[in-house]
C-alpha cells in the first residue's frame, strides 16, 4: 500500500471514530435531558413534585455566615419544591426571563430564609413549573403549609436521638396519608440529618408515592440531629 492509500486509510478510519462518538455524546445528552440532569426540558411536563425540608442546624454547621438563616432559631426550612419524573430525574434549568420580585422574595423569606436561595431555586426548579415567579412560590408556600412537623422536630433545644426510620414514623404518625413509599430521609456523609423530602401531586399538592430515585441516604443506627440555635 502507498503512503498516499495508508494516509486516505487512516483519515477515513480516525472521520468514522470521530463521527461515532459525536453520535454517542449526542445520545448521552439527549439521555440526561430525559432524566433531568443536562438543564434541558419544557416547563409543565413533568409528573409529581418533591417538597424538599432542610434542617436548617445542620446546614448552619457548616455555613455559619448565612445571616439571614443562621442563629435565628430555625427547625425544618423549605429547601424548595421540585418538578420530578415519575421514571426518575427531574427536568431543571428551564429557559424563562422571568425572576422573582421583591414581593415574593419577602413573602417567601420567612420560610426560606435566603435571597439566594429563593432566586436559584427558581432559576433551576421553579421556570420549569409551568407557573410565573409569584405563582410558583405560592404554591411552595402552600406545599410547605401542609407539612406538619413532629413535635420532636419543631425546635429541639437538644439533639433528637432519632435514627432515619424513627424521623420517617414521626413524620407519617402527624401527616395522614403519608406513607413511607411517600417521603425520603437525606443524611450527610451518611449520618448527620439534612433534609426529609415528601412526594406531592403536581395538581392538588396530596401526598403520593415517590418516582425512581428518591430514596434514602442514611446510615443505620442513630442520627447526628444538631439542636436548633
Same mark, same amino acid.
Given at each position: 500500500? %502507498?503512503? +498516499?492509500?495508508?494516509?486516505? %486509510?487512516?483519515?477515513?478510519?480516525?472521520?468514522?471514530?470521530?463521527?461515532?462518538?459525536?453520535?454517542?455524546?449526542?445520545?448521552?445528552?439527549?439521555?440526561? /435531558?430525559?432524566?433531568?440532569?443536562?438543564?434541558?426540558? #419544557?416547563?409543565?411536563?413533568?409528573?409529581?413534585?418533591?417538597?424538599?425540608?432542610?434542617?436548617?442546624?445542620?446546614?448552619?454547621?457548616?455555613?455559619?455566615?448565612?445571616?439571614?438563616? $443562621?442563629? +435565628?432559631?430555625?427547625?425544618?426550612?423549605?429547601?424548595?419544591?421540585?418538578?420530578?419524573? #415519575?421514571?426518575?430525574?427531574?427536568?431543571? !434549568?428551564?429557559?424563562? %426571563?422571568?425572576?422573582?420580585?421583591?414581593?415574593?422574595?419577602?413573602?417567601?423569606?420567612? =420560610?426560606?430564609?435566603?435571597?439566594?436561595?429563593?432566586?436559584?431555586?427558581?432559576?433551576?426548579?421553579?421556570? $420549569?413549573?409551568?407557573?410565573?415567579? +409569584?405563582?410558583?412560590?405560592?404554591?411552595?408556600?402552600?406545599?410547605?403549609?401542609? &407539612?406538619? =412537623?413532629?413535635?420532636?422536630?419543631?425546635?429541639?433545644?437538644?439533639?433528637?436521638?432519632?435514627?432515619?426510620?424513627?424521623?420517617?414514623?414521626?413524620?407519617?404518625?402527624? !401527616?395522614? /396519608?403519608?406513607?413511607? !413509599?411517600? =417521603?425520603? &430521609?437525606? $443524611?450527610?456523609?451518611?449520618?448527620?440529618?439534612?433534609?426529609?423530602? =415528601?412526594?406531592?401531586?403536581?395538581?392538588?399538592?396530596?401526598?403520593?408515592?415517590? /418516582? /425512581?430515585? &428518591?430514596? !434514602?441516604?442514611? #446510615?443505620?443506627?442513630?442520627?447526628?440531629?444538631?439542636?436548633?440555635?
Amino acid at each position: 500500500m %502507498s503512503g +498516499k492509500s495508508k494516509f486516505t %486509510s487512516f483519515c477515513t478510519v480516525a472521520l468514522g471514530l470521530v463521527l461515532a462518538f459525536a453520535a454517542a455524546t449526542g445520545a448521552d445528552a439527549r439521555s440526561k /435531558g430525559k432524566h433531568g440532569n443536562s438543564g434541558e426540558g #419544557r416547563p409543565g411536563r413533568f409528573d409529581y413534585y418533591v417538597v424538599s425540608l432542610s434542617w436548617s442546624p445542620s446546614y448552619c454547621a457548616v455555613h455559619p455566615d448565612e445571616p439571614q438563616q $443562621c442563629g +435565628k432559631g430555625y427547625g425544618f426550612v423549605l429547601h424548595g419544591l421540585w418538578p420530578q419524573y #415519575r421514571s426518575g430525574g427531574w427536568p431543571q !434549568n428551564c429557559s424563562t %426571563s422571568s425572576e422573582p420580585d421583591e414581593a415574593t422574595v419577602t413573602q417567601m423569606l420567612p =420560610i426560606m430564609p435566603s435571597r439566594h436561595l429563593i432566586e436559584h431555586e427558581w432559576q433551576t426548579h421553579g421556570a $420549569c413549573s409551568g407557573h410565573d415567579p +409569584k405563582e410558583y412560590f405560592a404554591l411552595a408556600e402552600d406545599a410547605f403549609s401542609r &407539612v406538619t =412537623i413532629p413535635q420532636a422536630l419543631k425546635t429541639p433545644a437538644t439533639s433528637p436521638q432519632l435514627t432515619a426510620d424513627d424521623v420517617t414514623k414521626a413524620f407519617m404518625d402527624v !401527616n395522614p /396519608g403519608l406513607e413511607d !413509599n411517600m =417521603i425520603s &430521609v437525606q $443524611c450527610k456523609d451518611g449520618g448527620t440529618l439534612e433534609e426529609v423530602r =415528601i412526594c406531592v401531586d403536581k395538581d392538588n399538592l396530596s401526598v403520593k408515592s415517590c /418516582g /425512581g430515585r &428518591v430514596r !434514602n441516604s442514611c #446510615r443505620a443506627g442513630k442520627l447526628a440531629i444538631p439542636a436548633v440555635r
